[in-house]
């Protein structure tokens, strides 16, 4: 499984960008598909997943309500719709992939992983 993910870039504080992650291969062995950020300086922490046998999803505190995960099987794409951003959104986004877990998509082991998009929120 290859991933791609694209769409970051430079915006200011409160505006919008949406996140592409795009996947070929072997996709059938997917089961979850999980956003991840890694701001300079910080551990990196999970932003969003979905899982694909019931599209539940689920996301940090940090972004309820200002972003939002969803995906096309039709594409193989999953989407970070992301809104709202602020200056500490500013990080490098990663998309992964898993095919095993227990429960919520969070909860997945992610196995294959995209190389990352930078996105800068300026205040």
């Known amino acids: 499984v290859q991933l791609q993910a694209s769409g970051g870039g430079l915006v200011q504080a409160g505006g919008s960008l949406r996140l592409s992650c795009a996947a070929s291969?072997?996709?059938?062995?997917?089961?979850?598909t999980n956003w991840y950020r890694q701001a300079p300086g910080k551990e990196r922490e999970g932003v969003s997943c979905?899982?694909?046998?019931?599209?539940?999803?689920a996301s940090a505190d940090s972004v309820k309500g200002r972003f939002t995960i969803s995906r096309d099987n039709a594409k193989n794409t999953v989407w970070l719709q992301m809104m709202n951003l602020k200056p500490e959104d500013t990080a490098v986004y990663y998309c992964?992939?898993?095919?095993?877990?227990?429960?919520?998509?969070?909860?997945?082991?992610?196995?294959?992983w995209g190389k990352g998009t930078l996105v800068t929120v300026s205040s």
């Open positions: 291969g072997s996709i059938f062995s997917i089961n979850a």
């Open positions: 979905i899982s694909v046998s019931d599209d539940n999803t």
């Open positions: 992964a992939a898993g095919a095993e877990g227990l429960g919520s998509c969070e909860n997945y082991n992610m196995d294959y």
